[in-house]
């Protein structure tokens, strides 16, 4: 019987198109009742094509010629929709400069089915968009719903178009319009700037020659005392890491990616032996047979989320590829339409029971790529034609308290080579069951545990990286890791069997579902499947991805990674990651004191990149320093990070904590509500900057960005837009910071160049990226005036050198640089490889400490119950009795954290219901459509209960971006006028209401990921109650 | 394809799709029953639309950019995609069911003829337009439409709908609801033209096609792959969004069911 017979209908989700869509009844019915006849409404432009937009060009079907409207212009640019970072088409008047439509930039590898040769001269490009010959729909380039709806941020009523300080306490949501030298001006040089007493400004702050804290010098000089955080990169990080690294060196600079995805990308950094990266893959799903996707789903989630979407469409309607979506909801990924694919319900933040769980039958099963797995070295996979190799034979040292315990045997362990050198590989065991060095073998021995002698006499036992990760994995039996993820046995045994039995085109993908108690362990466990499945730079396996042409290095052209002055931050992150606690001066004094070190005042992770989720709750209690100033651009913690806003509102509030909080957006968000002044930025497509994508794409690109409209803020005296650019450069001047005004950029010749405004900084950034390699041709007539670049023409004759004009312009009009997508394989392998070793252990991990209990961390993935900062199970603290559900975040196909403004957005899903199971719903006495209270060890939430079988019994599910309470959800008043009153803005809860403070901790901070520090919002114990009937 | 299935409304729909590729010729415009003879648009061509349901990923693309496109008045729209969630009955599983809509620009327009001042008619192209000219908003082609696939513009006070972005379609573009399709699902075409993709893929899919309420005999022109024969018609499913809720727990409503 054909699947969709046996299926019941159960429920129209999410849309609200659904119900919207007939809503045109009610007035015509009355209008009809009382007769009335003649139209009294506004005469539409056209009487047949009513009011839409005039087209942007037209196309003669019959020869392809293409006629511009003089009246439009089309540009390529970024959308900032979310953080794919797609290129995109900008339909712009030229009349009213307002923007009409935006769609996808064709030679765009995010935006198009397949994207154009950059050679393609623009006017072709344009034609192929349009209906001749079908082109068009053969080859599209996209917009989502979200990228299609952002223009509305241009000209949003809480848009803010003004220097603003507060003329309240902070977070009192009052604010005065000031000039830009003002605020330039009060930030640098302080005073009594709130009558609340006297403020350091920069100036002060920027000392290096003093230290913060002198008993404890690692912390570095008071420089560290200015922190900056940005959202994400946007294409201006590199300027924003100019000035905070390099020209005012501050150690501390952090971004959104602990509370976004973190211990994804570590658990994949893990896999891939490069945790300072955190380098990480996706699926090539064009030619992979089976994915398995867990905690994302394209379509759904993820990143790129058109590409993917679009590729798992393909593979749906061809039928190449079988996938699962294992997620505690079920989501758009989950197609009736076609049925290859299923949904596989599992429990928040038991991800590490699954994947184990798997691990376990394939390690019991053979279901592991064994040839591959056996190739021990560079040499070995040289010879079987492998571009990479992984650690799975090599030996790990595991006698306790031995100094070289946790870390490989190497060959310098034996007296063969000398320590550090080339020549100290670790070593493996042969087939004949020698110990041989792991680059003079083809092959060695999976399963080793044996006694080794090293050259001192001494015995150490010794575990094959393959051993100890099968010693973890049968840590449980397979009934307990189904009991503890809520998938049944049989289940994981199919997934696994069908896993193996689709080889080296076999893959998984992970992401968001990740930021769980046990999150990197999860991931690190998920991508150790695409390892078993030796699936890694193989064409149907995981892909690295192209990466970027960088613009912002020793380029052909300038060289902006350089500058005469240039100064390297020094000192402990405010997070106290990456900084091994063990020379910490805290730490000897300890020790000298006879007392144990452990555990440390709070976490200290050494393996962890800086992480916004520690910098200010550390910074507000000053452990392991205070900070006097915060610079935040787009950054939105509060409303990011679960329990934060609980965690330390407060104290954010208090000027003495925190001298100074300057924000730079063009919206005031649920952060920087509590900021002393805000400096307008640029919106959208007014923006500068280059881009890169988030993998998914198989061919290197970097999309550029520039205003392909003015922007509509406040001007600089010297009449250039006020934005983050000129905020950073204005202050850099006056601080006389080296790297900025004249005299900052070196050219390849080493001639000086200004940087006074952005266009110096970006223009020579895309005169390094047009020459990378072969230099770009130049730009020709048409180009330009088919791009809408013609407005950009002064800038870069200013700004740029003859020669580099062209081929710049030629970047430009094409919205950036993109490898052809000729050709992304060889053979069954992807020419973008990823050639480091592939790790079954991470001996960086290994051989790390947790600071909490002095222990090693494991060096293999391991499954465990989610724990406290003090290694309590979350569930002793908040029992199951006590807070029976667990809730869980998905991201929102439609809504972005940022995009609730939208109006077209908030039209199609205005609200965000949560997701209860039935049998939960009957246990709490909820009924569908009632109104109930969600709580949480941190916080209350009031939502409406979706009651349906479409989430994971014990589970409470929750789409991200609504429940605001800024960006426009609570008027502000400036200069004594409010802002308007949008009760809809406030629509919805936020999951990150409900996260909590950990109460396990001595220094404040919300609930983390250990290794990691991400912020856990996957798995939050939460009751809830019914209070009502809608 | 399984017989259960073909022998169901699988047949309806089938014969809806079969008209496409019959000479339109003589009936563009004679009309057919009631209607009234079909003026203006190109004579040369029929279009129609065929959506992939398969390649659809409901990321209402479509509705916003048609919405952008053709100035649809807030909470009013031309297109829109309702999302469905299916349960087997034989093993419990779910999965989503993408149905995206619009107007079916059907041979047989119930719309047309109630039309008491001829504003509402179908061009020859197969089109189905307005002539806001005419249009008094009577609305009774917005309740003569099976498919709620019109509105009431409060703008012009007139009868608004899909009119395949019949503007750009004349200029030599795409609609933008096709342009824009992530998923690559909506096929726009002539159905005249034996070498277009609509005409190919009706040609290839021809039996596995069908139509939303075959049994109107409306004869729609936007054709579905990939359809679930149950939602053919209008499905008997329980609404996920009841209601908006600030943050208090308080009833807001729809913020655009004003307009």
Redesign the interface.
């Known amino acids: ?25 009610s ?3 009355i ?2 009742a009382k007769g ?9 432009k ?16 019959k020869t392809g010629e293409l006629t511009l409207n003089p009246d439009q212009r089309v540009a390529f640019t970024i959308c900032y929709g979310c953080t794919t970072q797609c290129g995109v088409r900008v339909r712009i008047d030229n009349t009213t400069e307002k923007v ?2 935006v ?2 930039n064709p030679y765009h590898p995010l935006s198009a ?1 397949e994207h154009l040769p950059m050679k393609t001269p623009v006017v072709e490009a344009l034609r192929g ?4 010959a ?1 082109q ?3 080859n ?1 380039s ?4 979200r ?3 952002m ?1 509305s941020q241009l000209d949003n009523p809480f848009r803010i178009d003004h220097c603003l300080k507060r003329v309240a306490g902070r977070g009192e949501r009052k604010w005065e319009k000031i000039s830009f030298e003002q605020l330039i001006e009060e930030i640098c040089e302080g005073g009594d700037l709130f009558g609340e007493g006297h403020v350091d400004g920069l100036r002060t702050i920027h000392n290096h020659d003093e230290l913060i804290d002198p008993e404890n010098p690692e912390y570095g000089p008071k420089a560290n005392q200015l922190m900056v955080m940005e959202a994400t990169d946007y294409g201006r990080s590199d300027l924003l890491k100019r000035f905070t690294l390099n020209a005012f060196a501050t150690r501390n600079y952090g971004h959104h990616g602990s509370y976004c995805g973190l211990a994804f990308r570590m658990g994949s950094g893990a896999v891939m032996n490069n945790l300072v990266s955190n380098a990480h893959v996706k699926p090539d799903i064009k030619n992979a047979e089976f994915i398995m996707y867990i905690g994302t789903a ?2 759904q989630a993820g990143n790129p989320f ?1 590409l993917q ?2 590729l ?3 593979a ?2 061809q039928g190449t590829l079988e996938y699962v979506i294992v997620d505690p909801a ?9 049925d290859n ?3 596989v319900p599992i429990r928040p933040g038991s991800d590490s029971a699954f994947a184990m769980a798997i691990i376990q039958w394939l390690l019991d099963n053979q279901g592991y790529a064994k040839d591959f797995l056996e190739l021990p070295g560079k040499k070995a996979a040289d010879a079987k034609d492998e571009v990479s190799h992984s650690n799975a034979t090599h030996l790990v040292i595991t006698t306790k308290v031995h100094p070289r315990e946790s870390f490989f045997l190497r060959a310098s362990d034996l007296g063969l080579a000398e320590a550090g050198s080339d020549a100290d590989v670790p070593l493996v065991v042969d087939a004949a069951g020698k110990l041989v060095s792991s680059e003079s073998v083809l092959a060695a021995e999976l399963f080793v545990e044996r006694e080794v002698e090293l050259v001192g006499g001494e015995t150490v036992l010794v575990k094959s990286s393959m051993t100890l990760l099968r010693e973890s994995a049968n840590e449980y039996d397979l009934a307990t890791y189904a009991e503890h993820c809520g998938i049944p046995q049989e289940k994981i045994i199919e997934l696994a069997a069908k896993f193996a039995s689709h080889g080296r085109r076999a893959v998984v993908n992970c992401h968001g579902g990740m930021m769980s108690g046990n999150g990197f362990y999860s991931a690190f466990g998920v991508q150790m499947l695409n390892l078993l499945a030796a699936n890694y730079n193989r064409k149907g396996g995981s892909s690295v991805g192209g990466g970027i042409f960088n613009g912002a290095g020793k380029g052909p052209r300038y060289n902006l990674a350089d500058f005469p002055g240039k100064r390297g931050p020094k000192g402990v992150f405010l997070s106290r990651s990456r900084f091994p606690y063990q020379k910490s001066s805290e730490y000897k004094r300890k020790v000298a004191a006879g007392e144990n070190p452990y555990p440390s005042r709070a976490p200290w992770r050494p393996i962890a990149p800086p992480t916004l989720t520690e910098h200010l709750p550390s910074a507000l209690d000053g452990y392991p320093y205070p900070i006097k100033a915060l610079i935040g651009c787009m950054a939105n913690p509060i409303y990011g990070q679960a329990g934060l806003e609980a965690t330390i509102a407060d104290k954010l509030k208090d000027p003495k904590r925190l001298g100074l909080f300057v924000a730079v957006d063009g919206f005031i968000n649920e952060t920087n509500r509590f900021a002393d002044y805000i400096v307008p930025d640029s919106v959208m497509y007014e923006v500068w900057g280059f881009t890169g994508a988030w993998k998914g794409a198989l061919g290197k690109l970097t999309t550029a960005c520039w205003p392909v409209v003015e922007p509509r803020q406040q001007k600089t005296a010297e009449g250039e837009p006020v934005s983050m650019d000129a905020f950073f450069i204005a202050v850099a001047k006056r601080l006389g910071l080296k790297g900025f005004g004249e005299n900052a950029i070196p050219d390849a010749d080493g001639n000086l160049h200004p940087l006074n405004r952005a266009e110096d900084y970006y223009l020579r950034m895309a005169a390094n990226i047009a020459f990378l390699g072969k230099p770009l041709p130049s730009a020709s007539e048409d180009d330009l005036a088919h791009s809408g670049i013609v407005r950009l023409q002064p800038e870069v004759e200013k700004t740029l050198k003859e020669e580099e004009r062209g081929p710049v312009n030629f970047l430009y009009a094409r919205g950036g640089r993109f490898e052809d997508a000729t050709d992304h394989y060889k053979g069954e392998q992807l020419k973008n490889a990823w050639t480091k070793t592939l790790c079954v252990y991470s001996e960086t991990i290994g051989t790390s400490i947790d600071t909490m209990n002095g222990e090693f961390n494991s060096g293999v993935p391991r499954h465990s119950h989610p724990l406290l900062a003090n290694k309590q199970p979350m569930r002793e603290v908040f029992t199951e009795q006590e807070w029976p559900l667990l809730a869980f975040s998905f991201k929102s ?2 809504m972005n954290s940022y995009a609730i403004g939208n ?9 965000n ?1 949560v997701q209860m199971n039935i049998k939960d719903a009957q246990r709490f006495g909820i009924k ?2 009632d ?1 109930i ?1 969600i709580e949480s060890p941190g916080g209350e ?4 209960a ?1 009651v ?3 989430v994971m019994p014990g589970s409470l599910g929750i789409e991200h971006g609504y ?1 605001h ?1 800024d960006l426009g959800a609570t008027p502000h008043i400036i200069d004594g006028e409010s802002q308007p009153d949008m ?2 803005m ?4 936020n999951i990150n209401d409900l996260g909590f403070r950990d109460p396990t901790r001595n220094v404040d901070g919300t609930w983390l990921e250990p290794i990691s520090g991400s912020a856990i919002r996957q798995g939050l114990p939460v009751r809830v109650t019914r ?2 009937t ?1 | 394809m399984d017989l259960m299935r073909r022998s169901l409304l699988g047949q309806l729909a089938r014969l809806s799709a079969g008209v496409a590729l019959v000479p339109l010729s003589s009936i563009a415009t004679a009309g057919i029953n009631a209607q009234p003879a079909r003026r203006e648009g190109d004579p040369t061509k029929r279009y129609g639309m065929l959506i992939d349901l398969r390649q659809c990923i409901g990321c209402q693309a479509c509705t916003v950019s048609c919405h952008i496109e053709n100035a649809a008045p807030m909470g009013k729209f031309r297109t829109t995609v309702s999302q469905y969630e299916v349960e087997d009955q034989a093993s419990g599983a779910l999965a989503t069911f993408m149905l995206p809509r619009l107007c079916n620009h059907c041979e047989n327009p119930p719309c047309v003829p109630v039309c008491p001042v001829e504003a509402t008619f179908q061009r020859q192209d197969g089109i189905v337009v307005v002539d806001s000219d005419r249009c008094v908003g009577c609305a009774y082609c917005v309740n003569a439409c099976p498919y709620d696939a019109r509105f009431i513009n409060d703008k012009t006070q007139t009868a608004d709908k899909c009119t395949f972005c019949a503007h750009r379609l004349e200029a030599g573009l795409l609609p933008a609801c096709v342009e824009s399709c992530v998923g690559g699902a909506r096929i726009i075409g002539d159905m005249r033209d034996p070498n277009s993709q609509i005409s190919q893929m009706i040609a290839e899919y021809g039996e596995q096609l069908m139509v939303l309420q075959p049994e109107k005999n409306t004869v729609p022109q936007v054709f579905y792959l990939g359809m679930d024969e149950r939602f053919v018609t209008r499905p008997v499913a329980e609404a996920a969004l009841l209601e908006v809720l600030d943050d208090q727990g308080k009833e807001m409503g729809y913020e655009f069911r004003g307009h």
């Open positions: 019987m054909d699947k969709s017979r046996r299926r019941l209908l159960k429920g129209a989700v999410a849309a609200g198109g659904a119900a919207t869509f007939a809503a045109g009844y007035d015509p019915l209008k009809l009335v006849t003649g139209s009294a409404g506004e005469k539409p056209d009487r047949i094509h009513g009011n839409s937009l005039a087209p942007e060009y037209s196309v003669d079907l009409l439509r769609s996808g089915d968009l349009s209906a001749y079908e068009g729909q053969q599209r996209t917009a989502c719903a990228g299609n709806a223009m394209p379509s058109k979407g679009r798992i469409a393909k749906r309607a079920l989501n758009a990924a989950a197609s009736h339409a076609a694919n299923h949904w196909n439609l109006e077209r957005l908030r039209m199609i899903k205005p609200y219901p569908h459509g109104t209270s939430v009031v939502g409406l979706l349906s079988e479409s429940g309470r009760p809809w406030r629509a919805g809860l209070l009502g809608s």
